[in-house]
């Protein structure tokens, strides 16, 4: 069955970089796109971005361009999200998510959330 | 900020209908698809609809989504007690270069 697994938590101070990982198994990675989904506490969802597991293109929210990097590694299956100079409003849940090619929005699969704490 | 409006709160008594609409505009909703998606308390969440109005396979029927124009619905006939929980609509925005636009998020309370 199709797993999207992610890394645990993180504790970071202000300033500093985070990078989460999502492992996927049960389908063939480079077949689907992996985008990042966070939310913070107590609020909705923000899509951050997206990238094909194929070829490697990304694309950012316009508000993290600069601050964010998406990576994959198809020889682990798996997917990373770094996040630099973290802010205290970068507190939140981050999730990544299967995507079909060409099917903007459609997340079929979940991993299960990283939270990620930005505190002095 | 959301591009995608949606109201804060819905109810209904178990078995009764309920309908949360997403306004949108000509960039995002009325040019793309619209999906929706289901969040329990503490968990990730769960894709209900797609491309408007398909239902992934294990997602019962008592879900339906339409969409007219800018706008989109998610209706919940039959509520049931384990459909308390936060909805929200998406669709891809063509401006700004593109991206995926979340509705700001509907919690369904069972009473």
Request: glycine fraction near 10%.
């Given at each position: 069955q199709v797993q999207l697994v992610q890394s645990g938590a993180e504790v970071k101070k202000p300033g500093a970089s985070v990078k989460v990982s999502c492992k996927a198994s049960g389908?063939?990675?480079?077949s689907y796109g992996i985008s990042w989904v966070r939310q913070a506490p107590g609020q909705g969802l923000e899509w951050m971005g997206w990238i094909s597991a194929y070829n490697g293109n990304t694309n950012y929210a316009q508000k993290l361009q600069g601050r964010v990097t998406m990576t994959t590694d198809t020889s682990t299956s798996t997917a990373y999200m770094e996040l630099r100079s973290?802010?205290?409003?970068?507190t939140a849940v981050y999730y990544c998510a299967r995507e079909d090619y060409g099917?903007?929005?459609?997340?079929?699969y979940w991993g299960q959330g990283t939270l990620v704490t930005v505190s002095s | 900020q959301s591009v995608l409006t949606q109201p804060p709160s819905a109810s209904g008594t178990p078995g009764q209908r309920v309908t949360i609409s997403c306004s949108g505009s000509s960039s995002n909703i009325g040019s793309n698809y619209v999906y929706w998606y289901q969040q329990l308390p503490g968990t990730a969440p769960k894709l209900l609809?797609?491309?408007?109005?398909q239902r992934p396979?294990?997602?019962?029927?008592r879900f339906s989504g339409s969409k007219s124009g800018t706008s989109a619905s998610l209706a919940i006939s039959?509520?049931?007690?384990?459909?308390?929980a936060d909805y929200y609509c998406a669709a891809w925005d063509d401006s700004l270069s593109g991206r995926l636009g979340f509705g700001t998020g509907t919690k369904v309370t069972v009473l």
């Open positions: 389908y063939t990675f480079t973290l802010r205290s409003d970068d099917a903007k929005g459609d997340f079929d | 609809i797609y491309r408007n109005n396979s294990g997602v019962p029927d039959g509520l049931r007690s384990e459909d308390e």
